[in-house]
Every structure is written in C-alpha cells, then in structure tokens.
C-alpha cells in the first residue's frame, strides 16, 4: 500500500502521466458521470423523453447539490479542492449526499417515478451509507465506487455492450492513485462496492 500521512494524505508519486490522471479524474468525477448515467437511467425506466427529467432530478440530487455543497465550503475555506483528502473531514459530505437523495427519492415517489429511476436511487443511498461507515476507519475512492455504480446500473437497462464501460472506471482507479489520493486497495474497494450495491437493486 502507498504510504500515508496521519490524515489519510497519499503521498503522489512523480510521474509524467500526472497530467494525464488530472484530465480523467476532473472529466469522470462523480458528478459529471451520474448526470449522464441518471439521464440514461431514467431514459430507459420512463421508456420516452419524459424520464430524462426523473433523471435529472436524480443527478442533481445524487451528484450536483454534493458538488455544489463542497464547492460553497470550498469558498468558506474549509477544503482545498474538491478531493477533500482529509478522510477524517469527509462525514459532512456524505450527510448532505444521503439527505439530498432520500429528499429527491421522496419527490420520485410521490411524483409516481419510474422504479427504474427509484431503485438506481436507492442503490446510490446504500452506497453512501456504506461509504460514510468504512469512512471512518479508511479512505475508500468514492470516485471509483461512483464511477463502477453507474456502469452496473446502465448495462442491464440498456445493453450489455455498457460493461465495456467499465474502462472508464478502471482509468478513474487508475488516476486516483496515480495522483496520490488513493491506495490501489481503496479504489479497488470503493469499484467493488458500486458494482455490488447496484447489484443488489437490479431487480427491485
């Protein structure tokens, strides 16, 4: 495992490739991935145009108001950027995630969503829980479990051609740890993770 500091800091290895995981990293961050993914999502749930709107509200509660929250205590001062790397400051973000998404799963059913839409919810909510309770003893990639989750829940609404997908995930484990943020241990954990609670919703 690459070293760490009593933060929970990875000390980023020199490599000319580290402007390459910096381009992976911003483009696949979870917020850019779930508001293509939840569009895709709610798509295919919806069966027409409509679902692109389930969809969205499920990206923005899932993805953009977390982003939106680290961006606003990014302005306090509070963190550096948004990797937050600080694993022992991470319990806020989590909160903000669970609540924005258990908010927007309760407008899904009282606005008759899809199920589609609503199990993809449900399996992001899970997600987060498990995140914040491993959290707090080690600083598993939230990135990566992001990244991994959404390929699982497109491929079996859509096609299976969407695993191929999965590169993209492997290149966000991949950039992480090559920018220092995380162990090959975390990243491989946190994919693992969104592939198996995504799993488990498939069928709901």
Known sequence: ????????????????SIGVARTVTDVFQPRNVLLVGMLGIGLAAAGHWTGLLWGFLGALCAGIVPAGYIEWERGRGTWGDRHVVDRTKRAPIFFVILGSIGAGSV???LGHAPTGILAAMLALWAMTVILLAVNTVWKISVDAAVA??????LA????????????MTVAVCWSRVALGYHSVAQTVAGASLGATTAGAFLFV
């Open 156 to 167: 079996p609404v859509h096609s299976p051609w969407w695993l191929l997908m999965y590169a």
């Open 1 to 16: 495992m690459t070293p760490t500091d009593t933060t929970g800091t990875i000390d980023a290895p020199a490599s000319p």
């Open 148 to 153: 991994s989750a959404v390929v699982a829940l």
């Open 107 to 109: 407008v899904m059913v």
